[in-house]
């Protein structure tokens, strides 16, 4: 059994020394070290990490750092390298770095892509035809959670890289709102289905299948017709044949490729048919990039391990509950909801990897949103609200879609947030601003929320695959440092199996009389409604 996270003695010589760094302001901190930006940042190739907005000093991360050592995150970063079960409530290895390790991937990885190229080839170039001999120009991913978020996410943030005459739409939802509301705008005749899911079993998935196969069915009326429009990304084989999807329509992974981190697996289908396979595959260089980096370069310079150090010093430390993520380009709005799932289905845990409960917070509530957007919603709350919130910043040197004069503004804008949300406004401040009196209560910021800035020089494929690979390392590290196990999720089961024992209540085909009175209550109302 290993120790105890908080009876480490580095848990321990940080939960003393939190108390001389807590009601520091980084204003002062900032004042107190003119060089605190070239201490407290970090550089790999054109990526920038600036943590300098940190409420942290130079023993603080020297205490986390050893802190990583006594969790042994190398043992468990050289042991997941191995293959080792280190999932060990599925026995699962953890291997989707394999996924991306070019000329290194394994045999069956390799052959999986080179399916995915050809694929892509006869899409791309017409050649693949639907039932009426019409060429396919609409692609719908059907899959949910890990089979949708990360595709959808990295086809939205690619979009300066689409392809022409392809249009790729993501459908998730069991509300038929979501698969009525695509299909309204496309024809049965020049429309392929990717059914993406790792189990071939989740509910909401093979409800939006089924409904898609009638859809075709019906404009084709010939069971033949499903060979041409539907293919599956999946680990299931039995239940894709079972589907009618034939095996040489299935896109093939294993059970060693966690849902959240499966974009990288043939469940990246849709993004490589959104952005063409080359594209695709700058997207795997660039997370093989970052892979190389977390696994080589040294703690005072990894820039995952940071990432996460800092993630715990504000959960465990500071009690930062609330951690928002604000890319400040539109192209990557749909990162927050990826990075909710790898997040926190990762490390939203109570039960540490020996079976224990654990007393010490894990992963903190993520959510964000695209700048400048944000700031005319929520931001009021970060600046004024009182609750300590950490965030990570992240900014784009060149935009991806450029108009003369949006861009500086863009990043003035982001620059000017994660400032006065560090920095703040006193009294006197307003008040030589020329604030009349009787605002000053109103115009004062207390600033001190603490934030990290990420900056990319564009976003590419090459970019977003490093971007997305320093989350996901940053997941792993705090797994290790929090003694989880990130790759299972029992959590979303119970749900799953109410659920289904309600489904039938709801439809009048069994009796609700032993579920709880509230449930009871919504049942009827919802009886009635249907009358
Ligand atoms: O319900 C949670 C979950 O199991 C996720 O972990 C997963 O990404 C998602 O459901 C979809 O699963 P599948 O790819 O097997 O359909």
Known sequence: MSMQVPLRPAWLALAKHVRSVRHRHLR????????????????????????????????????????????????????????????????????????????????????VLERIRLFCDQIHDGRWRGFSGERITDVVNIGIGGSDLGPRMAVHALAAFEQPDIRVHFVANLDSADLASTLG??????????VASKTFTTLETMANAHTARRWVLAAANDERAIARHFVAASTNLAATAEFGIAPENVFEFWDWVGGRFSLWSAI?????????????EQLLAGAHDIDEH???APADGN?????????????????????????????LALLPSHLQQLEMESNGKRANRDGLAVDYPTNPILWGEAGTNGQHSFFQLLHQGGALVASDFIAVGRSDFPLPGHHSGLLANCLAQSSALAFGQTTEEARAAGIAEHLLPFRRFPGNQPSTTLMLPELTPFTLGQLIALYEHKVFCLGVLWNLNSFDQWGVELGKQLAGRLAPCIRNEAASDTLDASTRGLIDYLRQQRI
Do not use: C
């Not at 705008?185 to 990717?194: D, E, G, K, M, Q």
């Not at 996460?308 to 539109?330: E, K, M, R």
């Open 268 to 280: 990246g289908l849709p993004i490589a048919l959104a952005v063409g396979f080359r594209h695709f």
């Open 185 to 194: 705008r496309l024809n049965p005749r020049s429309t392929l289905f990717i």
């Open 303 to 331: 820039l995952p391990l940071t990432m996460a150090l800092i993630a715990l010093w504000n959960t465990n430390f500071l009690d930062a509950h609330s951690h928002g993520v604000f890319p400040y380009s539109h192209s």
């Open 28 to 111: 002062d901190l900032f004042a107190a070290d003119p060089e605190r930006f070239d201490q407290f940042s970090l550089r790999h190739g054109p990526l920038l990490l600036d943590y300098s907005k940190q409420r942290l000093v130079a023993e603080t991360l020297n205490l986390l750092r050893q802190l990583a050592e006594q969790a042994g995150w190398r043992t468990w970063m050289e042991r997941m390298r191995a293959g080792e079960a280190i999932n060990h409530t599925e026995d699962r290895a953890v291997r989707h770095v394999d996924l991306r390790a070019g000329p290194a991937a394994p045999p069956e990885v390799k052959a």
């Open 294 to 296: 977390f696994f080589n």
